[in-house]
């Protein structure tokens, strides 16, 4: 809605952009598309918006209720101010202008994504596997994710409950997730098979489609989630957690 162009239905890119960020937030990367106005074109210049498709990126594309990474594609004489990061099939967009110089397909490109913001949403994302794990405890073993929003400075959890919630109800989910912050507990990721999952005891989210290799985030026994989201290292990064 940004750019005025809905590139779902316009970008069809064969290949896959391979994803770097849970390691890194800066890495030397190759344009393999452009698209300008709804078209793929071969170059754009100085002014112009624009979709770059990188061959790989540590840019995080919208996904599982984080929204996408901002941050440039930079290099001899030009810079792509990046404003958005989203999934076209297997390849990830970098929505956003260029500010300077020109930019064609084939050139290599210095990827940095904005680190600061990046912390912040991986501090919401992990906050929000302990208010998932908190709700369950606190109201029922019905509770499961609908939905989620997770940004730079709040997060949104939807689940569904048959009755309001109390006001003691969320002082004990809140003082439960605090409890959990404060325990600092290791924020640990590991890749498996889906049976080995489920063994492990991880939570699969409503309508998701999971491949043969998942990725298991788990802080302490409290919480075990299937997630290819971008966490913090450790619960007691996140500080504090407040229900507005």
Known sequence: SQFGVDYNNVIRVD????????????SLAKVTALFHDGKAVESITAGQCAVVILENTPFYAE??????DIGRLEGNGFIFDVKDTQKYGQVFGHIGELTQGSLSVGQSVNAVVDDVRRQQI???????????????????????????????????????QPEAISKAQLAEVERLVNFHIRANHPIVTEEMDIESA????????????????VRVVTMSPFSIELCGGIHAKRTGDIGLFKIL
């Open 198 to 213: 489920k063994a492990k005891g991880a939570m699969a989210l409503f309508g998701e489609k999971y491949g043969d290799v």
């Open 15 to 26: 290949g896959t952009t391979r994803f770097e960020g849970y390691t890194e937030s800066e």
């Open 63 to 68: 996904s599982g209720g984080q929204i996408g």
């Open 122 to 160: 991986s501090l919401n994302h992990s906050a929000t596997h302990l208010l998932h794990a908190a709700l369950r405890q606190v109201l029922g073993e019905h509770v499961a994710q609908k939905g989620s929003l997770v940004q730079d400075h709040a997060l949104r959890f939807d689940f569904v």
